[in-house]
């Protein structure tokens, strides 16, 4: 399984962006697709996660009401809405497929995207 983050950026507080992660394999559908995110200098954090057929979401306390996850099984792409951007909200964002139940550890996921940044400025 491969998988390609995109959509990063510079955005001013408040804006927004919406991430993408295109799969491949033909096994997208049976994953937990989980993102995460790590800050300059601080460790990668988990941010949110979409179940299998797409109708449970989970979300890190400091994004719930801002983020949103969804997943397209036709199309081997998960996506995360992101409003009301903040400047804590910088970081790299990595996107990661799993197989496991606890979706917020990191060791859930066996897949890994290379990252895309976000920049939110003050």
């Known amino acids: 399984v491969q998988l390609q983050a995109s959509g990063g950026g510079l955005v001013q507080a408040g804006g927004s962006l919406r991430l993408s992660c295109a799969v491949e394999g033909r096994t997208f559908s049976s994953h937990i697709m989980g993102w995460f995110r790590q800050a300059p200098g601080r460790e990668r954090e988990f941010v949110a996660a979409?179940?299998?057929?797409?109708?449970?979401?989970y979300y890190a306390d400091f994004v719930k009401g801002r983020f949103t996850v969804s997943r397209d099984n036709a199309e081997n792409t998960v996506y995360l809405q992101m409003n009301n951007l903040k400047p804590e909200d910088t970081a790299v964002y990595y996107c990661a497929a799993g197989s496991g139940s606890d979706y917020e550890s990191e060791l859930e996921y066996k897949n890994w995207g290379q990252g895309t940044l976000v920049t939110v400025s003050s």
């Open positions: 979409v179940r299998r057929g797409g109708g449970r979401t």
